[in-house]
């Protein structure tokens, strides 16, 4: 068997036991989803009626996106969690034992936790429509658009697969990922249009992913407003392709950084 095509087999065996792992300690998947639920009811309804219409766009309309972004980039710290957890317990120790390719831990990980981000989008768009969300585009352009979401939030879980190697400690994963999503998930148009931050957090927000991740999401949701001003700087301008190119370069830098990893973790 090939050096890739063995990867690929142990990759669909690893995602499986993440898979099952999930479904048999059933209160992390429970608090996994409640948390979306619990975003989109908070911003709807205490920050909604304060906020008001953004642009001709109703708030809530406004919102969704900006929470889909915030929540897969959140989610992907399970990666990195996940991945300590297995170094404190030892069972990559058990791994090493066993005639596998050693980046399928990795892969198998990273592959797992978007199942995780499918179910929480599938339960935040569910409680968006509750709340008053619409999708005004075709079906296909909003299937492009909750697959923006996915991929991106794919990238980030390798930089938190990284994390997680090389912290080895669960609640320093937490604690590091906490220090530089929250900052970088609120430091973009996710909750408020960036023409009201002020100067130089507005020439982040501009070219901060999130932002780019969250405004390819509402065009292709269609949830902005017809008519309305192109927004300013190249990145917002082309979203997809500003999300979709931050994607290639997250993967083709911190993959091999977190198999590397890893494979130093597992023989210590």
Avoid: C
């Avoid at 908070?42 to 906020?51: C, D, H, K, P, S």
């Avoid at 370069?249 to 990893?261: E, K, N, T, W």
């Amino acid at each position: 068997m090939s050096a890739v095509a063995e990867l690929a087999t142990d990759t669909v065996t690893i995602t499986q036991r993440n898979l099952k792992k999930i479904l048999r300690v059933p209160d992390v998947l429970v608090f996994t989803l409640i948390s979306p639920i619990m975003f989109v009811l908070l911003f709807a309804f205490v920050f909604g009626g304060a906020i008001g219409d953004q642009g001709g766009v109703g708030y809530r309309e406004f919102l969704i996106a900006g929470i889909f972004a915030q929540t897969v980039v959140f989610g992907s710290t399970f990666t990195g969690f996940s991945l300590a957890e297995d170094l404190q317990k030892g069972i990559v120790d058990r791994f090493r034992s066993l005639p596998m390719s050693p980046g399928a831990v990795v892969f198998g990980r990273t592959l797992a936790d978007v199942g995780i981000n499918v179910l929480s989008l599938v339960v935040m768009a569910l409680t968006g429509l509750l709340v008053g969300w619409r999708i005004r585009t075709s079906v296909l352009e909003a299937a492009a658009g909750f697959l923006v979401l996915l991929v991106f939030a794919y990238a980030i879980s390798w930089v938190m697969a990284y994390v997680g190697l090389l912290v080895r400690t669960p609640e320093v994963v937490n604690n590091a990922s906490f220090i530089v999503i929250f900052p970088l998930t609120f430091s973009a148009n996710t909750f408020v249009p960036i023409e009201t931050l002020p100067g130089p957090l507005r020439v982040f927000a501009e070219w901060n992913p999130v932002s780019s991740v969250t405004q390819a999401a509402r065009e292709l949701f269609g949830n902005t407003a017809p008519g309305a001003p192109e927004p300013e700087g190249w990145a917002l301008q082309h979203p997809v392709l500003y999300t979709l190119l931050w994607a290639a370069v997250i993967v083709a830098v911190f993959a091999p950084l977190a198999v590397r990893q890893y494979q130093r973790a597992a023989s210590r």
